[in-house]
């Protein structure tokens, strides 16, 4: 483990968690890589005195959140905290979403600077906003993105809440919005009610590497839009990748991000040198994350040992200079022939690996119900049950209990519910990706 840091940065370090012992032929090498961000209170005062941080909310206003009137009013309520929210200094605007998007605050294509003046007259502004029209988000994120690039912030962000479907757009054009904004800002994705997709709200926050979550209540959408630019406004360093090189004859399988959440990065990768590829993984505070990485080496012979992948944290730099190295690691491979070594496998490797696997039933069991596939729902569905008993998973476990009677947890034994409540089955499939970290022993 290695880790580098300039005096009032944010420090990276980086653990790697692996058995490296193969048997003889063996070639596939997995790791957990850890990565932990100490930024402290030196860094959070000098981001706030640069403004280094730029936000733009996202707010539905199409004709359906006018029903009940109680999604409107909340909407308007939670923008309203999310804006007391921020930190003096920081770039902010509002926008109204139908099948077209509408500044609310500041206007004319700018960004404020949030003060105590500019956070009145914001939220004064959005007394205004009323509901009417259809829903074409990706016309929203086109308007954040271009307010947004015209900040020189280093932390660019966008809040987004919808409550219905993203009906009067092709979803190529959606596709395509995101494809384009992606690298550019994060994005934090959030459902109200129970009348949206949840596809394309959480294919929105994996796209732009933010967080997603719904909130079947409006009256706690002020409570969860503050924890959100609470998160937003503790952010130090963004455009962070994970870079990893590989020798010759070996190759990066995949890469996923398994800890807070699951992630799959594999696609995400962008050459960085001989050998070398980047995957994005946003911006960070206080924080630590975990990545499950699996590379594919040459066969050699009992005995041998490799260099499998060095996994370091980087920052781009400037036109023409170096990426800078924040912190590194090293995932490697060593041939035996003593079975027991080459067969264990890592405690951190065996947890996530089942937390992916319990992300995956989980989303195939509730797309099986939804089919009339009652067999195929309880194995998934029962599956998932054993992997978040088994790995003390109890937040999911509980949302797993308003969809199935469990009869046997260990076993995995469950039968469907006649009658689920459409708020309890979304819940799980948005928090599916959600993982708990290995137990501390």
Known sequence: MANFAKPSAPRFSVEVYQNEFLPQGGRDVHAIVTVTSTGGAAATRAAAARGAAAVVIMVDCSGSMEYPPEKMRGAREATAAAVD?????????????????????PGQGRLAVADPVTRAQAKEALRGLSSGGGTAIGTWLRLADGLLRRSPAAIRHGILLTDGRNEHEDPAQLRATLDACAGRFTCDARGV???????????????????????????HLAEDFTRMM??????????????????????????????????????????????????PTGS????????????????????????????????????????AVLAQGLVRAVWTDDLAASTA???????????????QAIQQGLEARKLGDVGGATAKLGRAVQ??????????????AKVVDVVDAAAGTVRLKAKVADADEMTLETRSTQTVRVKKT
């Not at 929210?85 to 605050?105: C, M, N, Q």
């Not at 949206?196 to 909130?215: C, N, Q, R, Y």
């Not at 496998?345 to 992300?359: D, F, R, S, W």
């Open 387 to 400: 992997l978040a008993s088994a790995s003390g998973n109890a937040d999911t476990a509980k949302l797993l």
């Open 284 to 323: 960070w505070g206080d924080e630590s994350r975990e990545y499950h990485v699996c590379v594919r080496v040459p066969s050699a012979g009992v005995g041998q040992e490799m260099l499998a992948a060095r996994a370091s944290l980087v920052l781009p730099g400037a036109a023409g200079e170096p990426a």
């Open 345 to 359: 496998i890592n405690p951190q490797v065996a947890h996530y690996t089942g937390q992916a696997e319990l992300a």
């Open 193 to 219: 009610g129970t009348d949206w997709e949840v596809k394309e709200v959480t294919g929105i926050a994996s796209a732009l590497l933010g967080s997603a979550d719904i909130v079947a209540d409006p009256a």
């Open 85 to 105: 929210t921020l930190r003096d200094g920081t770039s902010f605007a509002v926008i109204a979403g139908t099948h077209t998007a509408k500044e609310v605050y």
């Open 230 to 279: 609470e998160n937003v406004m503790g952010k130090e360093v963004a455009d962070v990748a994970l870079r990893l090189w590989t020798p010759v004859g070996a190759e990066i399988q995949y890469v996923k991000q398994v800890a807070p959440a699951v992630q799959d990065l594999t696609a995400r990768r962008s050459e960085a040198g001989p050998r070398a590829g980047d995957y």
